[in-house]
């Protein structure tokens, strides 16, 4: 003969497995959505990776710079700043930061280049450093910064959903940070 079961610990039995499902679900969902966010910050063409790009574009001029400004302690700086950045162990609000100083490194080496007279006769480095601008400036518009920033603004509102976003947060799962 089977022992059989009160109805009150079938309903506590049921009751307990709605209940994980529903953070089970939820947390999962959340995690999901975070994931996507992240893929924007660091997948493949992601935020990270243009601003990687903008850096490189930072040492190649310092390549060109090294010819023409030899010992130059901007493009010193633009050097520091551009490795600097290919760490990306910081957080955004410091990779932003460093960005915002390679722009005027990169800027301020560019310049000094333009004047140099031995660059002026170098007409394949004239021409490269008119590419690599152009590349570093289109990076720096690129549409990757406002996509990741409304899609991590719309996580980060989501994630504060009354009951589903405050259980995702106790089990979690992090607002995601804005690029600004």
Do not use: W
């Not at 957080?91 to 800027?107: E, G, N, V």
């Not at 280049?113 to 660059?119: D, G």
């Not at 008119?130 to 920033?149: G, P």
Request: contains cysteine; hydrophobic residues 45%.
């Amino acid at each position: 003969m089977k022992p059989k079961l009160t109805i009150g610990l079938s309903i506590l039995i049921c009751l307990l497995l709605l209940v994980f499902g529903l953070v089970f679900g939820s947390v999962s969902g959340y995690n999901d959505d975070r994931a996507q966010v992240n893929a924007l910050l660091a997948g493949d063409s992601g935020l990270l990776t243009v601003v990687n790009y903008r850096a490189s574009d930072g040492l190649n001029l310092c390549v060109v710079a090294d010819r023409h400004l030899a010992g130059d302690a901007d493009v010193a700086t633009l050097r520091t700043v551009a490795n600097a950045l290919h760490g990306n162990d910081a957080s955004l609000s410091s990779i932003k930061a460093k960005d915002a100083a390679l722009t005027d490194a990169y800027t301020a080496v560019a310049t000094k280049l333009r004047a140099s007279e031995s660059f002026q006769q170098s007409n394949r480095d004239r021409q490269y450093l008119e590419m690599l601008t152009t590349d570093f400036q289109n990076y720096s518009q690129n549409a990757i910064y406002a996509t990741y920033n409304k899609a991590a603004a719309d996580f980060n509102e989501k994630l504060t959903t009354p009951v589903l976003g405050d259980m995702a947060r106790f089990f979690g799962i992090k607002p995601c940070e804005l690029y600004q």
